[in-house]
């Protein structure tokens, strides 16, 4: 189920990084999209929206075109290219569902590390998320493009309401949206000890707090995926679930 591990020394960094992806029971096919880059230290999720050829080519196309851009760019990296990739995605996207009568649309979340291991980017559209894990203390770092996060933000219900659950499949943002939003793009730091988990709301809908925090402290990356993905199935398997896992290590 999980990949290989990759590796990927950056400066005062290492990096190690594992994904996996799971159908689940509810979906006939994984609608999901995983990129764990085999050679930079770049990893991206992306999670259609619905269970049509929409969804499927969105999430190709929103991945396929941000792994040119940052391949292209390499060893560069910049807010303003990252910008620029998001832009030609959304225009992408928006291009190759044209001739379908149904919505063509999904999540990206993705992680980019620069050379030296001394900053990542974080590249957000939708309500798959980006966690860190560090010194025992489990993060969201992301927030969900939906109008279930507005609305439990501003009090306009409860978060456990059953207007807030219907508001969570309402996205304020995705890739091939018709007024093609900006990305939140987040800068971060790495530090030794650190875990990563990028993953869609197929993971963080039906693995709770605690266990995510528990599982990825697995000492190995692939354990945490395999054990994280096992969680969503014997929670029912209601989705399509996807995670990354990046531990950060000392070089050496």
């Known amino acids: 189920m999980p990949t290989e591990p990759h590796r990927h020394p950056l400066g005062g960094i290492t990096l190690e990084v594992v994904g996996g992806s799971v159908v689940g029971d509810r979906y006939p096919a994984n609608f999901d999209v995983l990129h764990v880059d085999p050679a930079l230290p770049f990893v991206a ?13 969105a999430g190709a196309t929103a991945t396929g075109t941000l792994v040119a851009h940052v391949r292209a760019a390499w060893p560069e990296v910049a807010p303003r290219q990252l910008r620029a990739a998001v832009a030609h995605l959304q225009s992408a996207v928006r291009a190759a569902g044209a001739g379908l009568a149904e919505l063509t649309g999904c999540t990206l979340t993705a992680l980019l590390v ?67 939003p900006e990305a939140d793009l987040l800068a971060v730091s790495l530090r030794a000890g650190d875990v990563w988990l990028l993953c869609t709301d197929g993971v963080s809908d039906q693995v709770d707090y605690h266990r995510m925090c528990r599982l990825l402290a697995a000492p190995r990356p692939q354990d945490a995926v395999r054990d994280l993905l096992d969680a969503t199935l014997a929670a029912g398997g209601d989705d399509n679930a996807t995670a990354v896992v990046v531990r950060v290590h000392a070089p050496g």
């Open 45 to 57: 999720v992306a999670d259609g929206m619905g269970a049509g050829e929409g969804s499927r080519r």
């Open 114 to 180: 620069e050379p030296d291991g001394g900053q990542g980017w974080i590249v957000q559209l939708g309500d798959s998320r980006a966690y860190r894990l560090r010194d025992g203390l489990l993060e969201l770092v992301t927030v969900d493009h939906t109008a279930a996060w507005l609305g439990v933000l501003h009090g306009w219900y409860p978060a456990d309401s059953p207007a807030a659950a219907h508001a969570r499949y309402q996205l304020t943002r995705y890739a091939g949206h018709p007024g093609e």
